[in-house]
């Protein structure tokens, strides 16, 4: 069966500092991930994905991750952070297997502050 | 578009209640649906799922059921809730024709909290 593993459960960063945010996957087959974006007492919101093709992938607001096999990684990145940035990120990866059903990681809490 | 209902957005019940979460999709037809549990710092669990109306699988052992009357209505239900059966509830559906290779999309979530 399939992981995911966010070792950082919370990134403090000041506004317009870069940040990383690690995501580790285990599994036998080939996968898809994501990352989502929660914001407090809310649903959770797709920031980007990997299906296929490029191992770069970008959302609209400015981040990117890239999708490592040989790591098993998918870390979320951007080069400078907003306040607005501060919430709660989510990793998910799910198999090929004809049906979606999303695996998490337990989260990363990022912290952007002035 | 597609749009995802969840209702109510906040529940308080006591222990040994019962409970009714419901979930409905708009703007697209035979959605695979999904209800999460999110617990503080364990991230998000699979509860149940169902690829059509009457076809419900459970993940994990629990207190809870769920119910697919109509295709784009998802309910969680409980007959007698306990302490444990708090926390925030999260209903997301995904095209069924695209089976994995596609996101999930997340309602709003109801936070239940059983006192």
């Known amino acids: 069966a399939q992981s995911v593993t966010q070792l950082d459960s919370q990134v403090p960063v000041f506004e317009e500092a870069p940040v990383e945010l690690r995501c580790n996957y285990s599994s036998s087959v080939s996968v898809y991930l994501f990352w989502y974006v929660q914001y407090p007492n809310q649903g959770l919101q797709l920031l980007l994905k990997?299906?296929?093709?490029?191992?770069l992938v970008e959302s609209i607001n400015g981040f990117e991750a890239e999708f490592n096999k040989s790591q098993t990684s998918f870390h979320l990145r951007k080069p400078s952070v907003h306040i607005s940035d501060t919430a709660e990120y989510f990793c998910a990866v799910t198999v090929n297997t004809g049906f979606q059903k999303l695996v998490f990681g337990t989260g990363t809490r990022l912290l952007v502050s002035p | 578009s597609q749009t995802i209902h969840q209702w109510p957005a906040t529940l308080v019940q006591p222990v040994g209640s019962p409970l009714s979460l419901e979930c409905t999709v708009e703007g697209t037809s035979n959605p695979n649906l999904y209800w999460y549990r999110q617990a503080a710092g364990r991230g998000l669990q699979l509860l149940f799922y169902?690829?059509?109306?009457?076809?419900i699988s459970s993940e994990v052992p629990q207190n809870l059921s769920a119910s697919r009357p109509q295709d784009r209505q998802f309910i969680l239900s409980s007959k007698k809730l306990l302490l444990s059966d708090s926390g925030f509830y999260l209903c997301?559906?995904?095209?069924?024709?695209?089976?994995?290779?596609?996101?999930?999309?997340f309602g709003q979530g109801t936070r239940l909290t059983v006192v």
């Open positions: 997301a559906w995904s095209p069924r024709r695209q089976g994995a290779r596609t996101e999930a999309f």
């Open positions: 990997y299906l296929s093709g490029s191992t």
């Open positions: 169902s690829v059509g109306i009457g076809q």
